[in-house]
């Protein structure tokens, strides 16, 4: 089967490399219209499509036919539990909507010809980590030989967030300048508040144990990109890491890609709080980019403020407090906040809308929030919060749901 270039370039829609699907893309992304292009990454828990518990071992196949049903953008990640999926690159918010939808979609559809549904939250609600399999791929296979007990605790899913700046090389001063930031979307996003079948008290448990791996939390305070250079290359030199790919900070600039990489964020449920906050995300970018001078007023201080307030945003989610050098701030004010100061830059980019919906998640709460309504209101039955993931990852829509629903079709 092909398709006629000049249609799909209208429609905004490409053919899969093997020229046999169409998957969305935005116009242009070429040149200035490539400025601050960004792509969205999300990973899925595999479960079971009666009990929703999470998967121990998955096929190949699965995972074959995800990959060739979108164009080569599903994959397996570091458990057999988890599968990835990547957006391609994109200028408009409603093409990567369009496109994220889909791709949840047609994993979804995948997966139930296995007997499995996704899932998109932080942690899985029952998950026993001692059963996890690691993926099998040589890449993962030698993480764990590494991290021993704690890469089979690495049962947990993330969303990524890639943002291209018009010169990759000031991807350090933009970084360092993120680091206050970076609560703010841990908070947003929350979608962790159960581990092995308890409640943790944390709305978003999931970087509380990611912490465990190395080389996790927030960055250092590099002055530029050859102090970082010299960090990776003593690393590879002392045969710590084989490259950069192993840093796992809450962001870093890519190795594969020439943007910067925001990888704090939980999995969000739904399909609108991702957007939303990758907007946000993006729009912050921008602005930072736009004013250099701002990465000198990250200091020391501003760091270990920012490290408190990570764990603030872990514990309380949409409810936090953060702490500052002038006293106690809500999350409304700081959004707030970073919306006004940012409003320019989502004008710009067309997204005023998508980051105007992070005060809808702080109103409303996150999924952590849900996921708490649907325990306590069906009698602490855990097996209730994995119901509501799993139909709210397709279905978009954030009501609670009772014993009785079903797993999405």
């Not at 549904?117 to 890449?139: D, E, F, L, N, Y």
Request: aromatic share 8%; hydrophobic share 40%.
């Amino acid at each position: 089967m092909t398709f006629a270039s000049d249609v799909l370039k209208l429609l905004r829609l490409d053919s899969s490399d093997d020229k046999q699907h169409l998957v969305i893309r935005s116009a242009g992304g070429r040149g200035k219209a490539a400025e601050y292009s960004f792509g969205i990454e999300e990973e899925y828990f595999l479960a079971d499509r009666r009990t929703f518990e999470v998967a121990i071992e998955t096929p190949n196949a699965l995972f074959e036919s995800a990959n060739w049903s979108t164009g080569g953008q599903a994959m397996r990640e570091m458990l057999q539990s988890q599968l990835e999926v990547a957006t391609n690159v994109h200028v408009d918010v409603t093409d990567a909507r369009e496109e994220l939808r889909f791709l949840r979609r047609e994993v979804a559809n995948v997966a139930a010809q296995y007997g499995f549904v996704i899932m998109a939250c932080g942690t899985h609600p029952t998950a026993v980590w001692r059963m996890s399999q690691p993926s099998p791929k040589p890449r993962y296979e030698e993480m764990i030989e590494d991290l021993r007990s704690i890469g089979h605790r690495n049962m947990m899913c993330g969303m990524h967030v890639h943002v291209q700046l018009p010169d990759p090389e000031k991807r350090m001063a933009v970084m360092r300048a993120m680091l206050p930031h970076l609560p703010l979307f841990i908070a947003l996003s929350a979608s962790s508040p159960f581990w092995n079948s308890h409640k943790t008290g944390l709305k978003g448990y999931r970087l509380a144990a990611y912490s465990e791996l190395p080389r996790t939390g927030l960055p250092e305070l590099f002055e530029n990109r050859q102090d970082y250079d010299e960090y990776i290359g003593a690393l590879q030199r002392s045969g710590v890491i084989p490259d950069e790919s192993h840093i796992w900070w809450a962001m870093r600039p890519s190795m594969k890609h020439p943007t910067l990489e925001l990888r704090a964020p939980d999995t969000c449920t739904l399909v609108d709080d991702a957007v939303a906050i990758a907007s946000l995300y993006r729009c912050l970018t921008r602005h930072l980019y736009l004013r250099p001078y701002l990465s000198k007023e990250v200091t020391v201080v501003e760091r270990a403020i920012a490290v408190e307030n990570k764990w603030r945003a872990q514990r309380y989610g949409t409810d936090c407090i953060f702490a500052s050098r002038e006293g106690p701030v809500t999350i409304s004010e700081l959004l707030s906040r970073v919306i006004e100061d940012t409003a320019g830059d989502a004008a710009a980019l067309n997204c005023a809308a998508e980051v105007e919906h992070c005060r809808t998640i702080v109103e409303r709460g996150s999924s952590a929030e849900f996921q708490l309504r649907a325990y306590r209101e069906n009698g602490d039955d855990i097996a209730s919060v994995s119901r509501w993931i799993a139909t709210s990852t397709i279905s978009g829509t954030s009501a609670p749901v009772g014993r009785s629903a079903q797993a999405p079709s």
